[in-house]
């Protein structure tokens, strides 16, 4: 069983960045792809970044971002600390969510919220206009 924490969430102006963490316990972290999704109230699980486990082969070549946030978030992971990142700048109001960490096993990336096997609970953005 994995177990992921977010954190990093809060309330920020528009314009601003934040930088959220997510931190992995109880698998092997380094062999995950990992993910992170968004959600407002009434709406799906909406895809926003990922990075595979794989080693990288060319910058770039094993992360994936939602249109919507390409050029402006960046993931990146730490497996000695097994920790996942997403460096959210130019925040927009439309940037407001509950930001969720999910954890995929031995996958490549997918942008496919079913396609994860772990989630953490959410650690919430509000980007203020």
């Known amino acids: 069983q994995v177990l992921l924490i977010e954190s990093g969430g809060g309330l920020v102006q528009a314009g601003g960045s934040l930088r959220l963490s997510c931190a992995a316990s109880?698998?092997?972290?380094?062999?995950?792809?990992m993910g992170w999704f968004r959600q407002v109230p009434g709406n799906e699980r909406d895809f926003v970044a990922a990075?595979?486990?794989?080693?990288?082969?060319?910058?770039?070549?094993?992360?994936y971002y939602s249109d919507s946030v390409k050029g402006r978030f960046t993931i990146s992971r730490d497996n000695a600390k097994n920790t996942v990142y997403l460096q959210m700048n130019s925040l927009k109001p439309e940037d407001t969510a509950l930001y969720y960490c999910?954890?995929?096993?031995?996958?490549?990336?997918?942008?496919?919220?079913?396609?994860?096997?772990?989630w953490g609970q959410g650690t919430q953005v509000t980007v203020s206009s």
């Open positions: 999910a954890a995929r096993a031995h996958g490549s990336i997918r942008s496919r919220s079913d396609d994860y096997d772990y």
């Open positions: 990075i595979s486990w794989r080693e990288i082969r060319w910058e770039g070549d094993n992360t």
């Open positions: 109880g698998g092997t972290f380094s062999s995950y792809t």
